[in-house]
């Protein structure tokens, strides 16, 4: 099993960034590829960025391509979501998970552990 805990949500001016940030503990955390997905009110659950568990292969949604990058850094156990050039429609509660495997990394029903997400508003 592994835990996730998110941070780094908050309030910021569209246009502006921000940086998410996933602590993992329990198993070791290399075993998994990660992913980040967001979910706004009234709205489903949707896929945002992956990342394998080397760190090789990243996979965007079209919303975020080109405004966010993951990274991972697996000697710190961590998972980061860096979002620039932010809009309102970014408004969401951003969740972190885990997985065993390296494909289909966009369906979220394929991750089996999940963080309490943090929140990001983007005022405009």
């Known amino acids: 099993q592994v835990q996730l805990v998110e941070s780094g949500g908050g309030l910021v001016q569209a246009g502006g960034s921000l940086r998410l940030s996933c602590a993992a503990s329990?198993?070791?955390?290399?075993?998994?590829?990660m992913g980040w997905f967001r979910q706004a009110p009234g709205k489903e659950r949707e896929f945002v960025a992956a990342?394998?568990?080397?760190?090789?292969?990243?996979y965007y949604a079209d919303s975020v391509k080109g405004r966010f990058t993951i990274s991972r850094d697996n000697a710190k156990n961590t998972v980061n979501l860096r979002m620039n050039s932010l809009k309102s429609e970014d408004t969401a509660r951003y969740y972190c998970?885990?997985?065993?495997?390296?494909?289909?990394?966009?369906?979220?029903?394929?991750?089996?552990?999940w963080g309490q997400g943090t929140q990001v508003i983007v005022s405009s």
């Open positions: 998970a885990a997985r065993d495997g390296d494909w289909d990394l966009r369906s979220w029903e394929r991750y089996a552990y």
């Open positions: 329990g198993r070791t955390f290399s075993s998994y590829s």
């Open positions: 990342i394998t568990r080397s760190g090789r292969s990243t």
